[in-house]
């Protein structure tokens, strides 16, 4: 990338490459700074497990950076919320003030993400605002962890916080903040984590303050708005050699219950002119239901997410929205629901649809960096009384799973990695759950077959089990999707697997849950498992070599049966003990042959002919998902007409068209 031409600070004074350099890095040290500081002194496990985004904004509130190692599910709305304080405080802004807000319909995530702002002031002027955004581990609700998937408004989803002052003037305002966690299930962990969240802004206020000393005020001012200017610039000088035009697709949420049946369209439309990158989502469908709703704040950031990660090398900030333009329609859609809808959800809903819908649209303009579809994100909560410890205090199990990235043009997806959402976000080690939580680990490991066959494998997502131990009153809750709308391939490509959670897998009366519930009562002694998906496919799998089918046979990523149904690979087994395996060369020709001839018949035959095999137990999910395009309750095996011809729509689109 080029340097920053010279510029003129306020004062009149040039502002010189060199110095412009040290300061944007300087500008992203002090933000990082922040991040480890936070990380360092949180109380929560989800928050050190880098639930958690940092940024310093301008006098202005518009982002001037954003930290290295953020998750994306917070791009693009710090400075939504910082401007929120900025219009509620007006000149009521003072040294030593901290403000803290967690209002989805102010521009920020879900009500679990709470935000400290510190006003930074020089020569008593209002120069820059340092922000912190943690995610608490339970903010109120109706259910422990604060993710009911049936609320319909925000009522029920925790406590909502508008722009509200916590320090003033320096002083700790104790009876608003003790309010505030009081009405948590772990006040004092939410007051550990707030009390962390301010003092980690306090890390950046410094810094820049460090910078003013250095360099004057007129000069970082000036560093500031340049930074922002060079982002956007960088960004339309990109544009100019890619192709103008206009692309559109569809991805899905799994179902609005109360309309029935039936797949929910996200609808994104990009538009490059010359003049900046274009979106429109106004065509997606009216709210929904549940609490896998978006608000506006979260759908721009989907957007800008999504177009940031086709532009690795361009720094984060505000320049790059200015660039970036979205139309996302009147309020009362999935994407843009407003208040009351509840979006606690939107993570697993509306979030990560809309950034794979951008990869897919960018995979078209930019070829060589392409990608099919990402796993979807997914938590797992476990709440109830803890009666391991004589008080029996409440306790959230509060669980996500990394899963398995879209292949991509030249190479396999990438396996076991964070979603899409937030590739910030750590593994949580099981050893500190199983300290914290009464819940032992049975089971995690890379969930084989969970990849997307293509040319270019989709990566492995992974199968995780737990059970409970000693508890008492405990509530399970699940916040995923793709149990229908099945994670998928592109350019030929295969679909991965869906999505849920079953309950006593093992025992006669087991039961499946599904990808999204809320409140389901469990005991001790309850064991509960579920799959993330992995990557969809890229490409044709037919034309994956014979021997990297053979490999994926070796590490255990792909089964032998799977080899053959998938891929067309004939595989000898010799000794699977020692991994001894060789390639059938005259059985992969006649099967590879055959599938050819067949495939395209498949995705036309009977879907209820295929949901009665699949309960007599002669088709398994992979078979009905891959082969058929068939969407099922996995549970009864009662097949979903209206998610099926979606699906197959879909398919045909991404996958049958590109086979030859």
């Known amino acids: 990338m080029n340097t920053a031409p010279p510029t003129k600070t306020a004062g009149g004074r040039e502002l010189d490459p060199v110095t412009f350099e040290v300061l944007k890095n300087a500008f992203a040290t002090s933000v990082d700074l922040m991040s480890e500081q936070i990380l360092r002194t949180c109380y929560s496990f989800v928050i050190y497990s880098r639930d958690f985004s940092s940024a310093l904004c301008d006098r202005h509130g518009n982002t001037v950076m954003q930290g290295s190692a953020d998750i994306a599910v917070h791009v693009g709305t710090l400075h939504f919320q910082c401007k929120a304080v900025m219009e509620e405080f007006g000149d009521d802004i003072h040294p030593g003030d901290v403000f803290m807000i967690n209002d989805p319909y102010r ?33 109120g609700g109706s259910v422990p962890g604060s993710f009911d998937v049936s609320a319909s408004e925000h009522f029920g989803e925790g406590l909502r916080i508008t722009p509200l002052r916590i320090w003033s003037g320096g002083r700790f305002l104790h009876d608003v903040a003790q309010l505030l966690v009081s009405n948590t299930r772990a006040p004092d962990q939410a007051m550990g984590d707030l009390h962390a969240q301010s003092e980690a802004t306090a890390v950046c206020e410094r810094e820049v303050l460090r910078l003013v000393e250095k360099y004057s005020k007129d000069t970082v001012l000036e560093a500031m708005q340049e930074t922002q200017d060079y982002v956007c610039r960088t960004v339309l000088e990109s544009l100019r050699e890619l192709p103008q035009g206009e692309w559109e697709t569809v991805d899905y949420l799994d179902e609005d219950p109360a309309n029935g049946e039936g797949l929910v369209p996200v609808r994104v439309k990009l538009r490059l002119d010359g003049e900046g990158i274009h979106y429109d989502l106004t065509g997606s469908a009216p709210a929904v239901s549940t609490f896998l709703n978006s608000g506006y704040g979260t759908t721009f950031s989907a957007v800008y997410a999504g177009t940031k990660t086709f532009f690795p090398e361009v720094p984060l900030n505000s320049g790059f929205y200015e660039a970036v333009t979205a139309d996302i329609g009147d309020e009362g859609t999935v994407v843009n629901a ?3 809808h509840a979006v606690t959800g939107f993570c697993s809903g509306p979030y990560e649809k809309v950034m794979n819908a951008v990869f897919e649209l960018w995979s078209q303009i930019i070829p060589e960096r392409a990608m099919a579809c990402a796993f979807n994100l997914e938590y797992l909560l476990v709440g109830g009384h803890d009666d391991r410890v004589s008080a029996s205090p409440y306790f959230m199990w509060y669980d996500w799973m990394a899963g398995g990235w879209g292949g991509r043009s030249t190479k396999d997806g990438s396996s076991a990695t964070a979603p899409v959402f937030g590739t910030g976000l750590a593994v949580q080690p099981v050893e500190g759950q199983e300290r914290l939580s009464p819940v032992l680990t049975t089971q995690h490991a890379i969930s084989r077959d969970s990849g997307g066959p293509g040319r270019y494998r989709g990566g492995c997502g992974i199968d995780k089990g737990g059970i409970l131990t000693d508890a008492a009153g405990t509530v399970m809750s699940y916040c995923c999707d793709r149990g229908r709308s099945v994670t998928w391939g592109i350019q030929g490509g295969l679909p991965s697997i ?25 005991g001790p002694g309850d064991h509960f498992q579920r799959p993330s998906a992995g990557g969809g496919g890229y ?32 595989i000898i087994i010799n000794d699977a003990e020692l991994d001894d395996y060789e390639i059938d060369e005259a059985g992969t020709q006649e099967l590879r042959n055959r599938i050819r001839a067949e495939r395209l018949g498949w995705l036309d035959e009977d879907p209820a002919g295929v949901a009665e095999r699949f309960r007599a137990g002669d088709l398994d999910t992979h078979d009905v998902v891959r082969r058929y395009g068939v969407i099922l309750d996995w549970g009864t095996g009662e097949l979903q ?10 398919m045909r689109k991404r996958s049958a068209q590109h086979w030859h």
């Open 498 to 522: 869906p999505h849920g959670v079953w309950l006593n897998p093992d025992a006669a009366d087991r039961r499946y849950l599904g990808a999204a519930f809320s409140n389901v009562p469990i």
């Open 338 to 340: 407003g208040w009351p």
């Open 107 to 139: 521009g920020g995530t879900h009500f679990n993400d709470v935000s400290f702002i510190r006003p930074i002031f020089a020569e008593e002027e209002i120069i820059g605002f340092a922000q912190n955004k943690g995610h608490w581990a339970d903010i």
């Open 641 to 650: 007409p209206n998610s099926t011809e979606q699906f197959r729509e879909s």
């Open 539 to 570: 490409g044709d799998p037919l034309e994956r070599p014979a021997a990297e089918v053979l490999e994926d046979v070796i590490d255990d990523y792909v089964s032998v049966e799977r080899a053959a149904k998938d891929y067309g690979v004939a």
